[in-house]
Every structure is written in structure tokens, then in C-alpha cells.
């Protein structure tokens, strides 16, 4: 593999300084970024690695998302995958064409849900924000119908809650815990942190946390347990400031965890090394790369595709 410096072609935003430690982006799409004109997943594993994310976890959202998430999981070493229907992919797909579609959706993710690369059962949950009440029945039938998946094989559960952290407690409560549930780009107040933290549920920090309006999730994040707390990017969406509206990568990751060290009083290697203990409890099966390999922010340079 020949070797090239970030500088000999273009990375729009810029990479920012290495961590001072490693961390795992545990909730990525890396294909999304592809989509949207990034660079290859390849090149933003390798982009990620440079400045300090030793493991991506890649999440799909739909049946062909959760299909690609598995293949670069078993194409790029210390990539997981994640499978679900994502919270408004259930409605769509019963809108357009009826249960019989939605069951084989169903099964499809199942059989996928079974590969050994697969970690977790993710993204599902409630979206209140872009379903309306006319989809919400089917919302939560599938969101049930993830819980009791993640259950039965005793996967991480990613959940997305937006705009309904009420109805996703109520649910939950109902169907009985996973092992292991992490709260996907943590969107609730210090109040509903509590409430997480009280069934021991992992909270996942996105760029979010840097933005000027989002107060009330910093307030979350300080008393987010940091035994409980994580770190993503939610790539492409959500890229932290000073990059606000350009498209994300796991490359930016190093933004939101100083931020979070910040809100949480800790040197960035302390929550380094917090983020990273917690990743491994996180999510079962995790083969942890040697610690020799972790840039320390004197060797900046990728692999060519």
C-alpha cells in the first residue's frame, strides 16, 4: 500500500489535531458520506485513524444501508456494523406497500442482525419529528420489534429518540431492557439523562454538543455518569463547529470530544481513555487493535485507496 500526506489532496473540513488518546466512533455512515459526494469509506476509516478513532461502528437504516454496513465491516479492519430500519423507514415502507413488504424487511435484518460482525441492532426507536401520528403505531411496532431482536441475540440496542423520550421510555419499560442500550445522538435534557442513567443506559455525544444553541444538551452531558458516556459523529449529519454545515466524517471526532471534555472538567486524554472503556463495555465482541498503533500526533499519514 502506498502512502500519501492529508495535505496532497483534498479534505474538506480540515483534519483537526490528533486525540491524545483513542477513541470509537460508535455510531457512523460512512456510506452516506460516500453518497453525498465524501470520500470512500475506505479513505474515512483511514482519515479517522490518523487522528485517533480506533473503531468505527457503521450503522444502516434501511435494508440496503444494513447490507453495506456488514460488508465494510468484513472489508475494513476495526469496523463493526449495525442493522436496523430506521425509526421513519418502518412507516415508509408500510405507506408504499403494506405489512408483507415491512415483515420481509423484518426478516431480512434478522438473518443480517446474525453476522458476527454485527454488534448492534441500530438505528430504531421513535421520531416524532418527521413521522406523524398517522405512522406512529407502525413506528413502535417496529421499534418493539428491534428491542426483542437485540434481546434475542443479545446485541448493543442503538436507539434514536427524537422529539419522543417519553413514549421511547414507556416502550422500553414495556418490552424489557437489552443488556446494552445506547441513546444515539443524546438529544434529551439533564432530567432525561438521569432517567438513562438510572437503567444504565449509555448516552452518545454527537458534534451537537459544540453547537452555541445547544445548552441544554451540555447540561445533559454533565451528568451524564462517565462511566455511561460515549462519543459518535452520526456522519454526515450534525458536523461540530467550526464546520457547522459542511458535510461530517469521523475524521471531525477529536471537536466533540474536547467539548466534552470541556463540559465534563476532564483533560482530553482522561476522556480519551473514559470514552474508550466505555465503547468496549458498550458493545460485545470488540477485538481491540494494538495500543501501539494509536497516533500520537507525530505520524499523520494514510493509505491510498
Not at 55 to 60: A, M, N, P, S, W
Not at 177 to 195: K, M, Q, T, W
Not at 278 to 287: D, V
Request: charged share 25%; aromatic share 6%; hydrophobic share 35%.
Amino acid at each position: 500500500m502506498s502512502a500519501l500526506s492529508p495535505q496532497s489532496f483534498s479534505i474538506e473540513p480540515e483534519l483537526p489535531q490528533p486525540l491524545k488518546g483513542r477513541v470509537v466512533d460508535t455510531h457512523c455512515h460512512m456510506d452516506m458520506c460516500e453518497a453525498d459526494g465524501g470520500p470512500t469509506p475506505k479513505t474515512s476509516y483511514e482519515l479517522a485513524r490518523s487522528v485517533g478513532v480506533e473503531r468505527i461502528v457503521q450503522v444502516g437504516c434501511d435494508v440496503r444501508g444494513s447490507r453495506r454496513s456488514v460488508e465494510l465491516a468484513k472489508e475494513l479492519e476495526y469496523v463493526s456494523a449495525a442493522v436496523a430500519l430506521h425509526p421513519n423507514e418502518a412507516p415508509s415502507i408500510h405507506g408504499q406497500a403494506g405489512l408483507t413488504l415491512l415483515e420481509a424487511a423484518y426478516r431480512e435484518i434478522t438473518e443480517l442482525a446474525r453476522d458476527p460482525q454485527v454488534v448492534a441492532i441500530g438505528e430504531t426507536g421513535m421520531d416524532f419529528y418527521r413521522t406523524g401520528p398517522e405512522g406512529r403505531a407502525i413506528q413502535e411496532e417496529s421499534f418493539r420489534y428491534h428491542i426483542r431482536l437485540a434481546k434475542d441475540l443479545d446485541k448493543t440496542l442503538l436507539i434514536h429518540d427524537r422529539e419522543a423520550h417519553e413514549d421511547v421510555l414507556r416502550i422500553m419499560d414495556d418490552e424489557g431492557h437489552p443488556n446494552r442500550v445506547i441513546l444515539h445522538c443524546f438529544s434529551g435534557d439533564a432530567n432525561f439523562a438521569r432517567e438513562a442513567a438510572e437503567r444504565s443506559w449509555f448516552c452518545s455525544f454527537a458534534g451537537v454538543i459544540t453547537f452555541k444553541n445547544a445548552q441544554t444538551t451540555r447540561e445533559a452531558a454533565a451528568v451524564v455518569p462517565p462511566e455511561l458516556t460515549l462519543v459518535e459523529t452520526d456522519a454526515p449529519f450534525l458536523t461540530p463547529v467550526p464546520h457547522r454545515g459542511k458535510r461530517n466524517g469521523a475524521y471531525l471526532i477529536p471537536l466533540t470530544v474536547r467539548t466534552l471534555a470541556d463540559v465534563q472538567d476532564r483533560s482530553e486524554a482522561e476522556m480519551c481513555q473514559i470514552l474508550w472503556d466505555n465503547s468496549s463495555r458498550a458493545f460485545a465482541g470488540f477485538e481491540s487493535p494494538d495500543s501501539s498503533a494509536v497516533n500520537d500526533g507525530t505520524d499523520n499519514v494514510l493509505g491510498q485507496d
